[in-house]
């Protein structure tokens, strides 16, 4: 059976830091990309990062791209999603998704597989 479980969300000052986890299991890890997705209620999943299979390939968007880091340690199955500087606009459900391609890995749609999603709140 596969399943994402999304860890270590919660309530963060502005400024302060978080360090979110995604733990795999039910499919072969290495042959997967991962993605890290936000939503807020009424918004669309909006694209936050993600990583190669293999860990050679990053993407972040704009929004993080200078303050966070995405990280795999394939021997434990896990993906880190690491966000720096925290404002409150990364107030957001954030979700973690697996895919087998690496074609678009900012769009949702290429993944297979999806996590329950933590919630972040930003407080000022």
């Known amino acids: 059976q596969v399943q994402l479980v999304e860890s270590g969300g919660g309530l963060v000052q502005t400024g302060g830091s978080l360090r979110l986890s995604c733990a795999a299991s039910g499919f072969t890890f290495v042959d997967y990309a991962v993605g890290w997705f936000r939503q807020v209620p009424g918004k669309e999943r909006d694209f936050v990062a993600a990583?190669?299979?293999?860990?050679?390939?990053?993407l972040y968007s704009a929004s993080v791209k200078d303050r966070s880091a995405v990280s795999r340690d394939n021997a434990k199955d896990m993906v880190y999603l690491q966000i720096d500087n925290l404002k409150t606009l990364d107030t957001a459900v954030y979700y973690c998704a697996a895919g087998s391609r690496w074609s678009k890995p900012a769009i949702p749609t290429e993944y297979d597989y999806w996590g329950q999603g933590v919630q972040v709140t930003v407080s000022s």
């Open positions: 990583i190669k299979g293999d860990g050679l390939q990053k």
